[in-house]
């Protein structure tokens, strides 16, 4: 086994997830909004703004959609980092995403202290 740092090159930039999950109170105020088209529109601007990008899926496996947000640009605060959603429809994947962004963490990810971490991979 061999020992290297999650540290990208030029063309290649490792990504970590920000780990958080909703506790039971945040769920339920996720499930109680409940905006109209123009609310929900007006909020996916302000989240994704000209920085950020999402992807969604469906994870067959959990039987559940996945939302994942990240930067448009290798640089910046959140550049190596993914926030990630869950929701058993796409629109519900979409607000806790929104959730965690905007009300959560108020546009700031928490930073990740093991960027440099040597971390153990099979080669």
Known sequence: MATKKASGSKGFSQKLWVQYELDKKERE?????KPSFDEADAQIAEAMGEIYRCGISY????????????????EGPHANLLLSARGSTPLKAFKQIIYKHLEIFRGKWPPRD???????IDD
């Open 59 to 74: 994870e067959s496996e959990r039987k559940c959609w996945l939302v994942v947000m990240q930067t448009k640009h290798d």
């Open 29 to 33: 105020l996720v499930k109680l909004w």
């Open 114 to 120: 093991d960027l440099e971490e040597k971390l153990v």
